[in-house]
């Protein structure tokens, strides 16, 4: 199994519908797939809110994402994902969050399209 330290996963709409349903697979499939001595990609979520584990770990009642079992546990979601705040529909917004992803994760030079 390939080791992904440097790899972050960046997923929008993380507080709600399929960006929180992508976030819950992703932890999961981190959670039941890799040893714990193998180095996981790290998830990114962005939404207008921030977004806790507390939240994740609820099901919705959403087409997108009811009837999912929670397979992470709190450590594997404060490990591996990180929550930002930003509003996409503010252009200046988005290249100040990721400026601050960018820092965050030791200038991994993150390349931005949008």
Same mark, same amino acid.
């Given at each position: 199994m390939k080791q992904y330290?440097?790899?972050?996963?960046? +997923?929008? $709409?993380? *507080?709600?519908?399929?960006?929180?349903?992508?976030?819950?697979?992703?932890?999961?499939?981190?959670?039941?797939?890799?040893?714990?001595?193998?180095?996981?990609?790290? +998830?990114? $979520?962005? *939404?207008r809110r921030k977004v806790t584990y507390e939240e994740l770990k609820i099901a919705e009642n959403d087409d997108n994402v009811r009837n999912i079992p929670l397979y992470f546990d709190e450590d594997t979601c404060n490990q591996n994902f990180y929550s930002f705040q930003c509003d996409l529909a503010l252009p200046e917004k988005i290249e100040e969050t990721f400026n601050e992803i960018d820092e965050k994760f030791n200038n991994k030079k993150i390349t931005k399209s949008y």
């Amino acid at each position: 199994m390939k080791q992904y330290s440097d790899t972050l996963i960046i +997923i929008t $709409g993380a *507080s709600s519908g399929l960006g929180k349903d992508a976030i819950r697979r992703l932890l999961t499939y981190l959670y039941k797939t890799y040893p714990e001595n193998l180095a996981k990609p790290t +998830i990114v $979520g962005i *939404s207008r809110r921030k977004v806790t584990y507390e939240e994740l770990k609820i099901a919705e009642n959403d087409d997108n994402v009811r009837n999912i079992p929670l397979y992470f546990d709190e450590d594997t979601c404060n490990q591996n994902f990180y929550s930002f705040q930003c509003d996409l529909a503010l252009p200046e917004k988005i290249e100040e969050t990721f400026n601050e992803i960018d820092e965050k994760f030791n200038n991994k030079k993150i390349t931005k399209s949008y």
